[in-house]
């Protein structure tokens, strides 16, 4: 039993140390370990990012938090949720000693640049596998095609996404538990 804390643990802190740009960089990984591990199926990767999303807090922690649950109870979700923040403390904690002496080095500031466009070029990839291998219905892919195209057109804060989805879900669910 003590072998998934630690397998838990391995993962987590993995992706703790090489998920920039947010929470929703730990998706490519997640995704690994639900291929490699089945610990969690896609789908439930997919709830689990719906969850998180609308739950208070970090993506991320979240994200980790549901996968431990999922995979090995409250034991479980706090192990990956330590793993996963663990690597984030280690390292601000050392950064800020020199922060001063770097903030200005162009090496590290083209570094920076470099990793946020890496960051969504992996969440793109992760989003267009996730749409492949969910069960979307038509209104759910409706819904996120009206959803794409309104975020390019008129730049919506991501909470007003998040609340129409979750409003079109509530619905949706609704008629479905109706039997409409």
């Known amino acids: 039993m003590i072998k998934i804390y630690l397998q838990l643990f391995i993962q987590f802190f993995g992706i703790g140390v090489f998920s920039f740009g947010g929470g929703y960089a ?15 199926s896609i789908n439930q990767l997919t709830d689990m990012l719906a969850v998180s999303s609308v739950t208070p807090g970090p993506v991320g922690v979240n994200m980790a938090t549901y996968a431990g649950f999922t995979t090995a109870g409250f034991l479980g ?32 500031q083209s570094v920076v640049k470099s990793l946020k466009p890496a960051g969504c070029a992996l969440l793109a990839a992760v989003g267009i596998k996730l749409i492949f291998t969910s069960n979307l ?41 109706i039997g409409v």
């Open 26 to 40: 730990t998706l490519p990984f997640l995704y690994d370990i639900a291929e490699k591990f089945h610990w969690y």
């Open 77 to 108: 979700a706090f192990t990956a949720t330590f793993a996963i923040m663990l690597p984030s403390f280690i390292i601000v904690s050392a950064v800020f000693k020199i922060l001063d002496k770097f903030k200005s080095n162009l090496y590290v």
């Open 137 to 177: 219905h038509l209104i759910g892919t409706l819904l996120l095609i009206t959803f794409l195209i309104s975020g390019f057109i008129k730049k919506h804060d991501p909470i007003f996404y998040l609340g129409g989805s979750a409003i079109a879900g509530l619905i949706i669910g609704h008629l479905r538990w």
